[in-house]
């Protein structure tokens, strides 16, 4: 199934030269777990509702154990601080849902258990 990366990035005004040599070298360590960007450091077009100060990153990968795998991947865990020292954010990763997926049974099974 389906996982993602998600981050909500907080760049500053102007971005140091590390969070270039970052986002220059970190399509080198999705490839090997099958990853791609969905959606790289865009700001929210319109917020429909409350507010979204930051970013948006979205990298998919076949499956949550690829996400987990490029995460802790020595390659990219080499480049982390290279972002992490110039801008504040969460990143998590996150399952997709599968095909014919319909929330109103998740709704369903959840009143049946009581919650």
Do not use: C
């Not at 095909?99 to 998740?106: C, F, L, M, V």
């Amino acid at each position: 199934m389906t996982a993602y990366a998600i981050g909500n990035l907080h760049p500053k005004p102007v971005l140091d030269e590390e969070v270039f040599v970052y986002m220059e070298r970190i399509q080198g360590t999705l490839d090997p777990f099958g990853g791609r960007f969905l959606v790289h450091g865009a700001p929210a077009r319109e917020v429909r509702e409350g507010t979204w100060p930051g970013a948006v990153v979205v990298i998919g990968f076949p499956s949550l154990e690829d996400a987990r795998a490029w995460y802790d991947s020595e390659a990219y865990r080499a480049l982390i601080p290279l972002r992490t020292r110039h801008m504040d954010g969460d990143v998590l990763l996150i399952d997709g849902v599968p095909e014919g997926y319909e929330a109103a049974a998740t709704a369903a099974a959840l009143r049946e258990a009581g919650r």
